[in-house]
């Protein structure tokens, strides 16, 4: 079946430029992550929705990065200005269901291939 | 503070041995859950194993187990009868108190020898 995918797999932007990562999730699933991975390191946690609503946006770095899922689906994590701190893998994830509930786990998150993002 | 401690950078390990990837984890909460992911070079992340903190048993699936010291909050991964496919970086992460922030450690780079 079809997994999470993320696209464009590789993107090359230039120092203040806006770009925007998209990523469809599984069919079905209610919930939707994204990361970001700097080089050598592990995913830091960027947002979360549950279907259409962004439920906590704590670890999205600056005003420049905005996420969205309008229809519940496909998610798009834009950045504006891109810094060269910017640089990094975006990764997206999906969940059948939401995180708080005790009695389903092991809570699975099923993870895209990433969008490798260099900012020049 | 980290949250999540890997201190093992990288390690080797001769096919078909065992090998044990350290994690150490800092919490305050009671409600915990733990995680390993395999991240092979093509990126994606991959959910190997998981220890709740209620859980008396450590886990197991298949050739991975998870050795749980809840008062050491330690949660070492053990894989065993290693493989050459088992070649990627493994991340231990922690959700605390079943809420949507899952914490990342930095990882090991798993290199399998033949």
């Known amino acids: 079946g079809a997994g999470v995918s993320q696209s464009p797999r590789y993107k090359v932007a230039k120092r203040g430029q806006d770009v925007a990562l998209r990523c469809d999730p599984i069919?079905?699933?209610?919930?939707l992550f994204w990361y970001q991975q700097a080089l050598g390191q592990g995913p830091e946690f960027l947002t979360y929705f549950q279907n259409e609503a962004q439920l906590d946006k704590s670890g999205l770095p600056s005003d420049r990065f905005f996420a969205e899922r309008p229809e519940g689906s496909v998610s798009t994590l834009k950045i504006q200005r891109t810094q060269q701190e910017d640089s990094a893998v975006y990764l997206c994830?999906?969940?059948?269901?939401?995180?708080?509930?005790?009695?389903?786990?092991?809570?699975?998150?099923?993870f895209g291939p990433g969008t490798r993002l260099t900012v020049t | 503070a980290q949250k999540i401690t890997q201190t093992q950078p990288g390690m080797f390990v001769q096919e078909k041995e065992a090998v044990t990837l350290d994690c150490t984890y800092d919490t305050s909460d009671q409600s915990y859950g733990l995680f390993w992911y395999k991240q092979p070079s093509s990126g994606e992340m991959i959910f190997l194993i998981y220890q709740g903190s209620y859980d008396e048993q450590n886990a197991t699936e298949g050739r991975y187990s998870l050795n749980f010291q809840k008062a050491r909050k330690s949660a070492n991964l053990v894989i065993s009868a290693s493989q050459l496919g088992d070649s990627a970086m493994y991340f231990c992460a922690m959700r605390e108190n079943y809420g949507q922030n899952f914490v990342f450690g930095p990882g090991t780079r798993l290199s399998v020898l033949p």
């Open positions: 994830a999906s969940s059948l269901n939401p995180p708080g509930l005790a009695g389903l786990d092991p809570y699975e998150q099923y």
């Open positions: 069919s079905g699933h209610v919930s």
